[in-house]
T-cell receptor
Framework: GQQLNQSPQSMFIQEGEDVSMNCTSS?????WLWYKQDPGEGPVLLIALYKAGELTSNGRLTAQFGITRKDSFLNISASIPSDVGIYFCAGRSGGSNYKLTFGKGTLLTVNP | DGGITQSPKYLFRKEGQNVTLSCEQNLNHDAMYWYRQDPGQGLRLIYY???????QKGDIAEGYSVSREKKESFPLTVTSAQKNPTAFYLC?????????FGEGSRLTVL
């Protein structure tokens, strides 16, 4: 099956620092989605990307759809304590209109 | 408010018992999904349904069953055949693009 490698697995940063995480795929995707999950809750969609090279922002979050269509990046600027959580990437290939492949997540801890 | 409602939030079950998790959505989405989440494993697809009265197995369907009799509802039954059922279960729905999740149900087998 399709594989998504998400890195880093975890990050410990100081409040105010910028954060970067990425996902790489063994195959081409035509959609990339980034989610954040708080403990004991369902993931919440942060950013959706639909075109290679696309760069989209949502407040302090910026995500990019890699030009090769096999990777995506999420950056968080000026981190704050409420950024703590698990961030997931997810991709959808052209062969399936509905099924998503998820990365294993990046656990972000922000020290005040 | 539009959204996806999962119930119960927490559920305890004895070994050998079947249990059904509820998922209801009022987003008018055609597709619905069940995922299982274990620590360090990410999200794994159990079953999905693209339309009413039709559903397909995901990557880890063994020991689970679903039904899709109504567009709004996609219940998941965790059967006694599931050898390691303790997990966090997430229901989701989508249009052709983005996936939206419920708040999850945590099942613990005693």
């Amino acid at each position: 099956g399709q594989q998504l490698n998400q890195s880093p697995q975890s990050m410990f940063i100081q409040e105010g620092e910028d954060v970067s995480m990425n996902c790489t795929s063994s195959s081409i995707f035509n959609t990339w989605l980034w989610y954040k999950q708080d403990p004991g809750e369902g993931p919440v969609l942060l950013i959706a990307l639909y075109k290679a090279g696309e760069l989209t922002s949502n407040g302090r979050l910026t995500a990019q759809f890699g030009i090769t269509r096999k990777d995506s990046f999420l950056n968080i600027s000026a981190s704050i304590p409420s950024d703590v959580g698990i961030y997931f990437c997810a991709g959808r290939s052209g062969g399936s209109n509905y099924k998503l492949t998820f990365g294993k997540g990046t656990l972000l801890t922000v020290n005040p | 408010d539009g959204g996806i409602t999962q119930s119960p939030k927490y559920l305890f079950r004895k070994e050998g018992q079947n249990v059904t998790l509820s998922c209801e959505q009022n987003l008018n989405h055609d597709a619905m999904y069940w995922y299982r989440q274990d620590p360090g494993q990410g999200l794994r697809l159990i079953y999905y349904s693209q339309i009413v009265n039709d559903f397909q197995k995901g990557d880890i369907a063994e020991g689970y069953s679903v039904s899709r009799e109504k567009k709004e509802s996609f219940p998941l039954t965790v059967t006694s055949a599931q050898k390691n059922p303790t997990a966090f279960y997430l229901c989701a729905s989508s249009t052709a693009g983005e996936l939206f999740f419920g708040e999850g149900s945590r099942l613990t087998v005693l």
